[in-house]
């Protein structure tokens, strides 16, 4: 992930904070291992300012979502996604100064990465127990409705 300036960074906290999410995902797997990764996504209807999200980051996936729009009165929507355990760290490292709404998230994401990047490449019953307590926080925080 290149360095961004100060400005590119407040936009991209922006962005994640206002059309974004943070997520530390869990998923099992055949013969019961479990594989936990990051994910950060900028959600909108306009490709063109997705796109220059992701000229900014230098980094990152497009998709769009699978709604077929012949048949709603929806906008097609994109999302930018950025995964992987390396560059979701190097973001985070820039942004979470920056982050407002979705610092928390933004905080143990970065957590996970320092425990997790160490360790890459091992068995998934090597997660440490902090990594499954901070993805069960993440998924918490990003609840619809009162997390009480």
């Known amino acids: 992930m290149r360095e961004m300036s100060h400005d590119e960074k407040l936009y991209i906290a922006c962005a994640i904070d206002t059309e974004g999410s943070v997520s530390l995902l869990k998923q099992k797997r055949k013969y019961g291992s479990i594989h936990i990764y990051p994910r950060i996504k900028i959600g909108n209807t306009d490709i063109e300012w997705i ?5 900014i980051l230098g980094k990152g996936n497009t998709l769009s979502n699978g709604v077929r729009f012949e048949e709603t009165n ?3 929507a ?3 996604v950025v995964n992987g355990w390396q560059d979701v760290h190097d973001l985070l490292e820039q ?3 920056y982050l407002i709404i979705k610092k928390r998230h933004g905080e143990l ?3 996970a990465s320092n425990i997790h ?3 890459l490449g091992r068995s998934s019953k090597l997660y ?3 990594i499954f307590e901070i993805q069960e926080e993440i ?6 409705g009162k997390n009480e």
């Open 74 to 76: 929806w906008k097609k």
């Open 109 to 111: 994401l970065f957590e």
């Open 139 to 144: 998924t918490r925080l990003n609840r619809k």
């Open 51 to 55: 796109d220059y999200i992701k000229q």
């Open 95 to 97: 942004i979470i100064p």
């Open 78 to 80: 994109y999302i930018l």
């Open 128 to 130: 440490p127990k902090r």
């Open 117 to 119: 990047l160490p360790n």
